[in-house]
T-cell receptor
């Protein structure tokens, strides 16, 4: 039978630009957040994580910002490269100090144009 | 330093057959999680196991689905009497401890004809 799926939101950027991907969560008990990158046909790949006692964390070319007041999370990618093209998911866990039972967002498809 | 391994990568079953999906966690990891992903959607938690024990199966359908993680060998997700709605990608993740990062395998793509 026919199935209808939700289309992924898409962000298109030029190579070298900075990218910002946003995520909202609903459970105020969430205390651990992760960003994953998923390329076509592959499993999610860990990018960066942050715990609720922080509001910013930096990695290599990536920064995650957490605003607990409005339950908002963002991933910033500096100098975006074609290899960054993928679907990006945020995930949250609600168990204090733990990371089990991740709740995933719907995802954002990032396309980097050379 | 092998990551999480899953097999088979692709599995085709006819309605009513059984599907067995295997997951070998990263070396040193004793916590395993199974997730299901439908096309263009995020992953949905199914079950969390720690060696020989099911810790949380709140995301697992009550019928036809079961999971195990024996003392020796991989974790198995078993789906009995598959239906077309079971077609999806099934991902396994593992972590060193309950509070550590989950690392994902490449997934098994199940197609039910």
């Amino acid at each position: 039978g026919e199935s209808v799926g939700l289309h992924l939101p898409t962000l298109s950027v030029q190579e070298g630009d900075n990218s910002i991907i946003n995520c909202a969560y609903s459970n105020s008990a969430s205390d651990y957040f992760i960003w994953y990158k998923q390329e076509s046909g592959k499993g999610p790949q860990f990018i960066i994580d942050i715990r609720s006692n922080m509001d910013k964390r930096q990695g290599q070319r990536v920064t995650v910002l957490l605003n607990k007041t409005v339950k908002h999370l963002s991933l910033q990618i500096a100098a975006t490269q074609p290899g960054d093209s993928a679907v990006y998911f945020c995930a949250a866990a609600g168990r204090k100090g733990g990371s089990e039972k991740l709740v995933f967002g719907k995802g954002m498809k990032l396309t980097v144009n050379p | 330093n092998a990551g999480v391994m899953q097999n088979p990568r692709h599995l085709v079953r006819r309605r009513g057959q059984e599907a067995r999906l295997r997951c070998s966690p990263m070396k040193g990891h004793s916590h395993v999680y199974w997730y299901r992903q439908l096309p263009e959607e995020g992953l949905k938690f199914m079950v969390y196991l720690q060696k020989e024990n099911i810790i949380d199966e709140s995301g697992m359908p009550k019928e036809r689905f079961s999971a195990e993680f024996p003392k020796e060998g991989p974790s198995i997700l078993r789906i009995q009497q598959v239906v077309r709605g079971d077609s999806a990608a099934y991902f396994c993740a593992s972590s060193f401890s309950r509070s550590d990062t989950q690392y994902f395998g490449p997934g098994t793509r199940l197609t039910v004809l």
